[in-house]
């Protein structure tokens, strides 16, 4: 079955650090792959997502993620974290079969970011 | 931001009433998702539809019904609430071409 492991439940950096966030998925297939970010009391907002072609894809708020096949990776990087990126980090994987559409999930990376 | 709203956004019940979580998109998306989030489990799907009145089990959906009569309209039912369904729940949508899902504010409910 298809799964998702993002290996950090928590991460902490300081203002203006680099950050890189895991996911590692698992798919038969050529995967789709997305990342969202949830902020405090807020619904899911869609970061990035790869389908297909260049494998650094580029997202909102400054955020990148490269697909590496070999590795089974989604990682997502930023080159200086601001205060406001404080939040719940979702990866997830496409899965499909039929007429269903489904997303696999990560449980999650919860990012504090120090002043 | 997709056209998603959720209603009522915060509810509070009592075991054994029933419950009905209301989820409107003015999208015109095929796919409609309801899941529920808690803390340590992260986001689990509880029923999906992929079309007016063809929906499908998620991986939480005991205690739980749907109905989509309108391409617009996936409404979400605890049939008699309990304790253990007190939970942030998301209502999504998708178009299916490319998977992305869109969420909506989500639904506060405590069941008392």
């Known amino acids: 079955a298809q799964s998702v492991t993002q290996p950090d439940i928590h991460i902490t950096v300081s203002e203006g650090a680099s950050l890189e966030l895991r996911c590692n998925y698992s798919?038969?297939?050529?995967?789709?792959l997305f990342w969202y970010v949830q902020s405090p009391g807020q619904g899911l907002q869609l970061l990035l997502k790869y389908f297909s072609g260049d494998t650094l894809v580029q997202g909102i708020k400054g955020f990148e993620a490269e697909f590496k096949r070999s590795q089974s990776s989604f990682n997502l990087r930023k080159p200086s974290v601001h205060w406001s990126d404080a939040a719940e980090y979702f990866c997830?994987?496409?899965?499909?079969?039929?007429?269903?559409?489904?997303?696999?999930w990560g449980l999650g990376t919860s990012l504090a970011v120090n002043p | 931001d997709a056209g998603i709203t959720q209603s009522p956004r915060h509810k509070v019940t009592e075991t054994g009433t029933p419950v009905t979580l209301r989820c409107h998109q003015t999208e015109n998306h095929r796919y409609m998702y309801w899941y529920r989030q808690d803390p340590g489990h992260g986001l689990r799907l509880i029923h999906y539809s992929y079309g007016v009145k063809d929906t499908d089990k998620g991986e939480v959906s005991d205690g739980y019904s749907v109905s989509r009569s309108k391409t617009e309209d996936f409404l979400l039912t605890l049939e008699s609430a309990t304790s253990s369904q007190t939970s942030v729940y998301f209502c999504?949508?998708?178009?299916?071409?490319?998977?992305?899902?869109?969420f909506g504010p989500g639904t506060r409910l405590t069941v008392l």
């Open positions: 999504a949508i998708g178009q299916g071409a490319t998977d992305t899902q869109y």
């Open positions: 798919y038969g297939a050529t995967p789709y």
């Open positions: 997830a994987v496409g899965e499909r079969a039929g007429n269903n559409r489904k997303l696999i």
